[in-house]
């Protein structure tokens, strides 16, 4: 059983950056895509950002692009998010999760099949 556990989130000042971390156990890290959803209160889970198995595809949400990067250390079983230039509309609880292994990186949340709990991230106006 693949188990994530997020962390690194935080009150941040719009304009400002965070790092969350993903680190995971329980599986081969290295077999296994990961993604990062936020859900917000009262709205849906979105799709913020994946990574590829072996790091060489990335997928982004529009919204983003230019701001969010994502990297992983396959030695430490680590994902990172690295998060630039945050808006208050970026607010919302960040999970990682990762599918099934061997499947690529997806946008969509039902193609993931092990969820952390998350970690808050608030952006201040």
């Known amino acids: 059983q693949v188990q994530l556990v997020e962390s690194g989130g935080g009150l941040v000042q719009a304009g400002g950056s965070l790092r969350l971390s993903c680190a995971t156990s329980?599986?081969?890290?290295?077999?296994?895509?990961i993604g990062w959803f936020r859900q917000a209160p009262g709205k849906e889970r979105e799709f913020v950002i994946a990574?590829?198995?072996?790091?060489?595809?990335?997928v982004y949400a529009d919204s983003v692009k230019g701001r969010f990067t994502i990297s992983r250390d396959n030695a430490k079983n680590t994902v990172y998010l690295q998060m630039n230039s945050l808006k208050p509309d970026d607010t919302g609880v960040y999970l990682c999760a990762a599918p099934s292994a061997r499947k690529g990186a997806s946008r969509t949340a039902k193609d993931y099949d092990y969820w952390g709990q998350g970690t808050q991230v608030t952006v201040s106006s």
């Open positions: 329980g599986g081969t890290f290295s077999s296994f895509a």
């Open positions: 990574i590829s198995r072996r790091g060489s595809t990335t």
